[in-house]
T-cell receptor, first 114, second 113 residues
Framework: AQKITQTQPGMFVQEKEAVTLDCTYD???????LFWYKQPSSGEMIFLIY??????QNATEGRYSLNFQKARKSANLVISASQLGDSAMYFC???????????FGGGTRLMVKP | DVKVTQSSRYLVKRTGEKVFLECVQD?????MFWYRQDPGLGLRLIYF???????EKGDIPEGYSVSREKKERFSLILESASTNQTSMYLC????????????FGPGTRLTVL
């Protein structure tokens, strides 16, 4: 069974608008961490934001915020005021306390329109 | 800043060749990882290492081996490359804290003919 599901293979957003990228996860571990990465066409994976399962508040990093709904097991990434440079693949990942490994979703390709 | 480097951005090899992919990190991280990335499949973990000379199989270890003789260096070895190993290979490193992020190298795009 998939542990991380990203249901949007591709999305368009107008420049300067906000966009939400969906991520749902499945784990029985009470302690886990959720990560979002950006992968531009150059191929490098860039860490964006982290949310711990016990964090009381949703994580924010500049224009990135994480809409964490623990009961629904979702960790959606919100990008505010989209920029052309935000066009990239975005991956959601989960790390369970039991190990050092990250499990990745299939990714969402975001395309920002001028 | 964390820096993870990979020996090649692009590599073309022939079926049956032995292939070495090298990864070096400069942040004294304990953990290092090798992933392959294929369209529609996301990133899949091949092997990881949590200390020098220590290694653990990931989700898809078949056809691969690894070597970690020094803390900063983690090598992925394809003993006899096959066409189905054509892929993007990404190396990552992290320290051992439960919230610690994995930092990635730029990737190696390997084509096996």
């Amino acid at each position: 069974a998939q542990k991380i599901t990203q249901t949007q293979p591709g999305m368009f957003v107008q420049e300067k608008e906000a966009v939400t990228l969906d991520c749902t996860y499945d784990t029985s571990d009470p302690s886990y961490g959720l990560f979002w990465y950006k992968q531009p066409s150059s191929g490098e994976m860039i860490f964006l934001i982290y949310q711990g399962s016990y964090d009381q508040q949703n994580a924010t990093e500049g224009r990135y915020s994480l809409n964490f709904q623990k009961a629904r097991k979702s960790a959606n990434l919100v990008i505010s005021a989209s920029q052309l440079g935000d066009s990239a693949m975005y991956f959601c990942a989960m790390r369970e306390l039991a190990g050092n490994m990250l499990t990745f979703g299939g990714g969402t390709r975001l395309m920002v329109k001028p | 800043d964390v820096k993870v480097t990979q020996s090649s951005r692009y590599l073309v090899k022939r079926t049956g060749e032995k292939v070495f992919l090298e990864c070096v990190q400069d942040m004294d991280h304990e953990n290092m990882f090798w992933y392959r990335q294929d369209p529609g499949l996301g990133l899949r973990l091949i092997y990881f290492s949590y200390d020098v000379k220590m290694k653990e199989k990931g989700d898809i270890p078949e056809g691969y081996s690894v070597s970690r003789e020094k803390k900063e260096r983690f090598s992925l070895i394809l003993e006899s490359a096959s066409t189905n190993q054509t892929s993007m290979y990404l190396c990552a490193s992290s320290s051992s804290g439960s919230t610690d992020t994995q930092y990635f190298g730029p990737g190696t795009r390997l084509t096996v003919l």
